[in-house]
T-cell receptor, first 116, second 113 residues
Framework: AQTVTQSQPEMSVQEAETVTLSCTYD???????LFWYKQPPSRQMILVIR??????QNATENRFSVNFQKAAKSFSLKISDSQLGDAAMYFC?????????????FGTGTQLKVEL | DGGITQSPKYLFRKEGQNVTLSCEQN?????MYWYRQDPGQGLRLIYY???????QKGDIAEGYSVSREKKESFPLTVTSAQKNPTAFYLC????????????FGPGTRLTVL
Protein backbone atom coordinates (compact mmCIF):
# COMPACT_ATOMS: atom_id res chain seq x y z
CA ALA A 1 0.00 0.00 0.00
CA GLN A 2 1.15 3.48 -0.76
CA THR A 3 1.37 5.56 2.40
CA VAL A 4 2.49 8.89 3.79
CA THR A 5 3.75 9.15 7.37
CA GLN A 6 3.94 12.32 9.40
CA SER A 7 5.42 11.25 12.70
CA GLN A 8 4.94 14.57 14.53
CA PRO A 9 1.28 15.11 15.47
CA GLU A 10 2.14 18.51 17.00
CA MET A 11 5.01 20.95 16.77
CA SER A 12 5.68 24.33 18.37
CA VAL A 13 7.92 27.15 17.23
CA GLN A 14 8.69 30.60 18.53
CA GLU A 15 7.83 33.51 16.30
CA ALA A 16 10.71 34.38 13.94
CA GLU A 17 12.37 31.00 14.52
CA THR A 18 12.73 28.09 12.10
CA VAL A 19 10.86 24.80 12.28
CA THR A 20 11.05 21.61 10.24
CA LEU A 21 8.12 19.25 9.71
CA SER A 22 8.96 15.72 8.70
CA CYS A 23 7.31 13.46 6.15
CA THR A 24 8.18 10.05 4.77
CA TYR A 25 6.33 8.19 2.07
CA ASP A 26 6.28 4.80 0.50
CA UNK A 27 5.74 4.23 -3.20
CA UNK A 28 7.20 1.93 -5.80
CA UNK A 29 6.64 4.51 -8.52
CA UNK A 30 9.51 6.59 -9.89
CA UNK A 31 7.50 9.52 -11.24
CA UNK A 32 5.44 11.47 -8.78
CA UNK A 33 4.87 14.87 -7.25
CA LEU A 34 5.08 15.78 -3.58
CA PHE A 35 3.11 18.50 -1.86
CA TRP A 36 2.71 20.31 1.41
CA TYR A 37 -0.72 21.73 2.09
CA LYS A 38 -1.67 24.04 4.93
CA GLN A 39 -5.06 23.92 6.64
CA PRO A 40 -5.70 26.91 8.92
CA PRO A 41 -8.67 27.08 11.33
CA SER A 42 -10.91 28.07 8.40
CA ARG A 43 -10.22 24.52 7.13
CA GLN A 44 -9.47 25.71 3.61
CA MET A 45 -6.68 23.58 2.14
CA ILE A 46 -3.95 25.84 0.77
CA LEU A 47 -1.04 24.67 -1.33
CA VAL A 48 2.26 25.63 0.31
CA ILE A 49 4.86 24.05 -1.94
CA ARG A 50 5.29 21.28 -4.50
CA UNK A 51 8.24 19.18 -5.68
CA UNK A 52 8.68 17.08 -8.79
CA UNK A 53 10.36 13.78 -7.92
CA UNK A 54 12.58 13.92 -11.01
CA UNK A 55 14.15 17.18 -9.88
CA UNK A 56 17.09 16.99 -7.50
CA GLN A 57 16.91 20.67 -6.62
CA ASN A 58 14.81 21.34 -3.55
CA ALA A 59 11.79 23.56 -4.08
CA THR A 60 11.56 26.89 -2.31
CA GLU A 61 8.68 29.33 -1.96
CA ASN A 62 9.56 32.46 -0.01
CA ARG A 63 9.97 31.36 3.63
CA PHE A 64 9.08 27.76 2.84
CA SER A 65 11.55 25.21 1.53
CA VAL A 66 11.77 21.44 1.35
CA ASN A 67 14.48 18.87 1.88
CA PHE A 68 13.73 16.14 -0.63
CA GLN A 69 15.67 12.90 -0.25
CA LYS A 70 14.36 10.56 -2.93
CA ALA A 71 16.36 7.50 -1.94
CA ALA A 72 15.23 7.83 1.65
CA LYS A 73 11.69 8.74 0.55
CA SER A 74 11.76 11.74 2.79
CA PHE A 75 10.18 15.15 2.16
CA SER A 76 10.50 17.59 5.03
CA LEU A 77 9.20 21.15 5.12
CA LYS A 78 11.24 23.97 6.62
CA ILE A 79 9.51 27.19 7.64
CA SER A 80 11.88 30.09 8.25
CA ASP A 81 11.08 33.27 10.17
CA SER A 82 7.87 31.73 11.50
CA GLN A 83 4.86 34.02 11.74
CA LEU A 84 1.65 33.78 13.72
CA GLY A 85 -0.21 33.19 10.47
CA ASP A 86 1.75 30.01 9.91
CA ALA A 87 -0.16 28.31 12.72
CA ALA A 88 -2.16 25.57 11.04
CA MET A 89 -2.37 21.87 10.31
CA TYR A 90 0.16 20.87 7.67
CA PHE A 91 -0.39 17.88 5.42
CA CYS A 92 2.18 16.11 3.29
CA UNK A 93 0.86 14.37 0.17
CA UNK A 94 1.99 12.82 -3.07
CA UNK A 95 0.48 12.16 -6.47
CA UNK A 96 1.81 9.48 -8.82
CA UNK A 97 1.79 10.13 -12.54
CA UNK A 98 1.09 6.71 -13.95
CA UNK A 99 -2.25 5.13 -13.16
CA UNK A 100 -3.43 5.64 -9.59
CA UNK A 101 -6.30 7.77 -10.79
CA UNK A 102 -4.38 11.02 -10.32
CA UNK A 103 -5.31 10.98 -6.69
CA UNK A 104 -3.48 12.52 -3.78
CA UNK A 105 -2.41 10.33 -0.89
CA PHE A 106 -2.23 12.30 2.36
CA GLY A 107 -0.49 11.92 5.68
CA THR A 108 -2.34 12.46 8.95
CA GLY A 109 -1.01 15.96 9.44
CA THR A 110 1.15 17.97 11.85
CA GLN A 111 -0.45 20.68 13.95
CA LEU A 112 1.93 23.64 14.09
CA LYS A 113 1.63 26.16 16.92
CA VAL A 114 3.45 29.48 16.74
CA GLU A 115 4.21 31.13 20.05
CA LEU A 116 5.08 34.74 20.81
CA ASP B 1 -13.08 35.42 -9.33
CA GLY B 2 -11.89 32.00 -10.41
CA GLY B 3 -12.18 29.26 -7.86
CA ILE B 4 -14.05 26.39 -6.33
CA THR B 5 -17.25 26.87 -4.37
CA GLN B 6 -18.92 24.40 -2.05
CA SER B 7 -22.33 24.81 -0.56
CA PRO B 8 -23.63 24.82 2.01
CA LYS B 9 -20.85 25.47 4.53
CA TYR B 10 -22.73 23.61 7.26
CA LEU B 11 -25.31 20.91 6.65
CA PHE B 12 -27.45 18.96 9.06
CA ARG B 13 -29.47 15.91 8.21
CA LYS B 14 -31.52 13.35 10.02
CA GLU B 15 -30.38 9.80 10.12
CA GLY B 16 -31.74 7.83 7.16
CA GLN B 17 -31.95 10.79 4.78
CA ASN B 18 -29.94 11.30 1.63
CA VAL B 19 -28.20 14.65 1.22
CA THR B 20 -26.36 16.26 -1.71
CA LEU B 21 -23.28 18.44 -1.35
CA SER B 22 -22.56 20.92 -4.10
CA CYS B 23 -19.20 21.59 -5.74
CA GLU B 24 -18.75 24.07 -8.58
CA GLN B 25 -15.55 25.30 -10.25
CA ASN B 26 -14.94 27.99 -12.87
CA UNK B 27 -11.28 27.13 -13.43
CA UNK B 28 -12.03 25.11 -16.55
CA UNK B 29 -10.44 22.11 -14.86
CA UNK B 30 -11.03 18.65 -16.27
CA UNK B 31 -10.63 16.63 -13.08
CA MET B 32 -12.61 16.91 -9.87
CA TYR B 33 -12.35 15.07 -6.56
CA TRP B 34 -14.25 14.52 -3.34
CA TYR B 35 -12.39 13.91 -0.07
CA ARG B 36 -13.56 13.18 3.42
CA GLN B 37 -11.71 14.45 6.49
CA ASP B 38 -12.19 13.03 9.98
CA PRO B 39 -10.47 14.23 13.19
CA GLY B 40 -6.91 12.95 13.49
CA GLN B 41 -6.86 11.63 9.96
CA GLY B 42 -5.71 12.90 6.62
CA LEU B 43 -8.00 13.32 3.66
CA ARG B 44 -9.41 10.19 2.13
CA LEU B 45 -10.63 10.02 -1.46
CA ILE B 46 -14.30 9.21 -2.01
CA TYR B 47 -14.79 9.64 -5.77
CA TYR B 48 -13.03 11.36 -8.61
CA UNK B 49 -13.82 12.32 -12.18
CA UNK B 50 -11.24 12.97 -14.85
CA UNK B 51 -13.71 14.00 -17.54
CA UNK B 52 -17.39 14.80 -18.00
CA UNK B 53 -19.73 11.79 -17.81
CA UNK B 54 -17.04 9.63 -16.25
CA UNK B 55 -16.09 8.99 -12.62
CA GLN B 56 -14.32 6.36 -10.54
CA LYS B 57 -14.52 5.15 -6.98
CA GLY B 58 -11.85 6.21 -4.56
CA ASP B 59 -10.79 4.50 -1.36
CA ILE B 60 -14.01 4.96 0.61
CA ALA B 61 -16.85 5.12 -1.95
CA GLU B 62 -19.36 2.94 -0.10
CA GLY B 63 -22.48 4.88 0.82
CA TYR B 64 -21.73 7.75 -1.58
CA SER B 65 -22.70 8.55 -5.17
CA VAL B 66 -21.68 11.24 -7.65
CA SER B 67 -22.52 12.57 -11.10
CA ARG B 68 -20.54 14.61 -13.61
CA GLU B 69 -22.98 15.97 -16.18
CA LYS B 70 -21.18 19.28 -16.58
CA LYS B 71 -17.49 20.12 -16.53
CA GLU B 72 -17.92 22.71 -13.79
CA SER B 73 -20.05 20.66 -11.42
CA PHE B 74 -19.43 17.50 -9.38
CA PRO B 75 -22.15 16.97 -6.73
CA LEU B 76 -21.75 14.34 -4.02
CA THR B 77 -24.72 12.51 -2.54
CA VAL B 78 -24.33 11.00 0.89
CA THR B 79 -26.85 8.19 1.06
CA SER B 80 -28.51 6.54 4.03
CA ALA B 81 -26.21 3.57 3.42
CA GLN B 82 -23.22 5.56 4.66
CA LYS B 83 -22.71 4.27 8.22
CA ASN B 84 -20.91 7.26 9.68
CA PRO B 85 -21.50 10.31 7.48
CA THR B 86 -20.65 13.06 9.99
CA ALA B 87 -17.43 14.56 8.65
CA PHE B 88 -15.86 17.47 6.80
CA TYR B 89 -16.08 17.11 3.02
CA LEU B 90 -13.66 18.78 0.65
CA CYS B 91 -13.95 19.12 -3.11
CA UNK B 92 -10.91 19.69 -5.31
CA UNK B 93 -10.15 20.19 -8.98
CA UNK B 94 -7.14 19.86 -11.24
CA UNK B 95 -6.32 20.79 -14.81
CA UNK B 96 -5.61 18.21 -17.50
CA UNK B 97 -3.89 14.88 -17.03
CA UNK B 98 -0.44 16.39 -17.47
CA UNK B 99 -0.92 18.81 -14.62
CA UNK B 100 -0.35 17.88 -11.02
CA UNK B 101 -1.73 20.35 -8.51
CA UNK B 102 -5.17 20.01 -6.97
CA UNK B 103 -6.93 23.10 -5.68
CA PHE B 104 -9.49 22.84 -2.93
CA GLY B 105 -12.83 24.39 -2.12
CA PRO B 106 -13.70 25.70 1.35
CA GLY B 107 -15.43 22.50 2.44
CA THR B 108 -18.80 21.44 3.86
CA ARG B 109 -19.29 20.24 7.40
CA LEU B 110 -22.00 17.56 7.47
CA THR B 111 -23.57 16.58 10.76
CA VAL B 112 -26.04 13.75 11.09
CA LEU B 113 -28.48 14.24 13.94
Amino acid sequence: AQTVTQSQPEMSVQEAETVTLSCTYDTSESDYYLFWYKQPPSRQMILVIRQEAYKQQNATENRFSVNFQKAAKSFSLKISDSQLGDAAMYFCAYHILTGGGNKLTFGTGTQLKVEL
Amino acid sequence: DGGITQSPKYLFRKEGQNVTLSCEQNLNHDAMYWYRQDPGQGLRLIYYSQIVNDFQKGDIAEGYSVSREKKESFPLTVTSAQKNPTAFYLCASKGGFATDTQYFGPGTRLTVL
